[in-house]
């Protein structure tokens, strides 16, 4: 049995819901049993999740954005229950890492000819992640942009957002400790904990990272002079982070920081906390998806 949980505020809401009916159709003209409902909250999709695993559902397609298939993954890691992921959100980082294809029905394509593959996840303060996890002055500009959300749309609130922090620029005092021998205080630009290889709707902050060796992708970048700031942002988004001289990076199964005031980019959303404990778990998800380099 299919459970298809389809977010249908993700991206435009009337694709969406017609995007899940041609889904639906077209599994059942496979013949193959599903269900189709909608989450309605944050939240609820991994209710919706878990709901569907306990009535014996083995298979549940994610149709959504990155926060659809964080949601289910929370529901679904360490369980024998398998996921797809279509996906008809706004950016999409995770499938780009996955190379599962933008568009919908050539994704439920990839649901329909590759097996459910063993996949990484990670827990940060007990919950479950699936892409990257930050703080710095990428979730400066994401909380900056939100405020001018509420008064305009598109790309410019994005835009304002990132030039806003560019005059309030500031470093962070991070304390960093992990399994791999890190053991320091940094003033650091960004930090990033990574599965995935892409964030913010396409900007590489773990190029080399693979979502199924077992090990987190750990980068910072250190204070950067604010006459650079604005290079260093192009190099950024043009995956040329591991080439700074600020940069330094390394693979850790754990990772343990903090920071006065910090704020955290988790799989999309912004939390506050005063302390992240963060650590991998190994192959808990199985996702429908192309193999990777090395794999069968």
Same mark, same amino acid.
């Given at each position: 049995?299919?459970?298809?949980?389809?977010?249908?505020?993700?991206?435009?809401?009337?694709?969406?819901?017609?995007?899940?009916?041609?889904? %639906? +159709? $077209?599994?059942?003209? +496979?013949?193959?049993?599903?269900?189709?409902?909608?989450?309605?909250?944050?939240?609820?999709? *991994?209710?919706?999740?878990?709901?569907?695993?306990?009535?014996?559902?083995?298979? =549940? $397609? &994610?149709?959504?954005?990155?926060?659809?298939? *964080?949601?289910?993954?929370?529901?679904?890691?360490?369980?024998?229950?398998?996921?797809?992921? =279509?996906?008809?959100?706004?950016?999409?980082?995770?499938?780009?890492?996955?190379?599962?294809?933008?568009?919908?029905?050539?994704?439920?394509?990839?649901?329909?000819?590759?097996?459910?593959?063993?996949?990484? &996840?990670?827990?940060?303060?007990? +919950?479950?992640?699936?892409?990257?996890?930050?703080?710095?002055?990428?979730?400066?500009?994401?909380?900056?942009?939100? %405020?001018?959300?509420?008064?305009?749309?598109?790309?410019?609130?994005?835009?304002?957002?990132?030039?806003?922090?560019?005059?309030?620029?500031?470093?962070?005092?991070?304390?960093?400790?992990?399994?791999?021998?890190?053991?320091?205080?940094?003033?650091?630009?960004?930090?990033?904990?990574?599965?995935?290889? =892409?964030?913010? %709707?396409? $900007?590489?902050?773990?190029?080399?990272?693979?979502?199924?060796?077992?090990?987190?992708?750990?980068?910072? =970048? +250190?204070?950067?002079?604010?006459?650079?700031?604005?290079?260093?942002?192009?190099?950024?988004?043009?995956?040329? $982070?591991?080439a700074f001289p600020e940069t330094f990076s390394l693979r850790a199964k754990s990772v343990v920081f903090s920071a006065?005031?910090?704020?955290?980019?988790?799989?999309?959303?912004?939390?506050?906390?005063?302390?992240?404990?963060?650590?991998?778990?190994?192959?808990?998800?199985?996702?429908?998806?192309?193999?990777?380099?090395?794999?069968?």
């Amino acid at each position: 049995m299919i459970s298809i949980i389809c977010n249908p505020v993700s991206g435009s809401a009337e694709k969406t819901r017609r995007v899940c009916g041609e889904v %639906g +159709r $077209i599994l059942s003209q +496979r013949g193959l049993d599903h269900q189709i409902v909608y989450s309605d909250a944050p939240g609820h999709a *991994s209710a919706l999740a878990a709901e569907a695993v306990g009535n014996g559902c083995d298979t =549940i $397609i &994610a149709m959504g954005g990155d926060g659809t298939v *964080s949601e289910i993954a929370g529901a679904l890691a360490g369980k024998d229950a398998a996921m797809a992921i =279509i996906p008809t959100g706004t950016g999409n980082d995770y499938c780009k890492t996955l190379k599962i294809p933008p568009d919908p029905l050539k994704a439920l394509e990839v649901f329909l000819r590759e097996p459910a593959r063993m996949t990484d &996840a990670g827990l940060i303060n007990g +919950r479950v992640f699936v892409n990257e996890i930050g703080t710095g002055f990428d979730v400066d500009v994401l909380r900056r942009s939100a %405020g001018f959300r509420k008064h305009m749309n598109g790309l410019f609130p994005y835009l304002l957002g990132v030039l806003s922090a560019l005059i309030h620029y500031r470093t962070y005092r991070v304390s960093l400790k992990t399994d791999s021998g890190l053991n320091s205080e940094e003033d650091l630009t960004v930090f990033s904990v990574a599965l995935g290889k =892409i964030i913010g %709707g396409g $900007i590489p902050i773990a190029p080399e990272a693979v979502p199924y060796d077992g090990l987190f992708d750990v980068s910072g =970048i +250190r204070r950067i002079k604010k006459s650079k700031l604005p290079g260093r942002l192009l190099g950024l988004m043009r995956g040329k $982070i591991l080439a700074f001289p600020e940069t330094f990076s390394l693979r850790a199964k754990s990772v343990v920081f903090s920071a006065p005031d910090m704020f955290v980019n988790v799989d999309g959303e912004i939390i506050g906390m005063e302390k992240a404990e963060v650590s991998i778990l190994p192959g808990a998800l199985r996702i429908h998806r192309p193999a990777g380099d090395g794999e069968a």
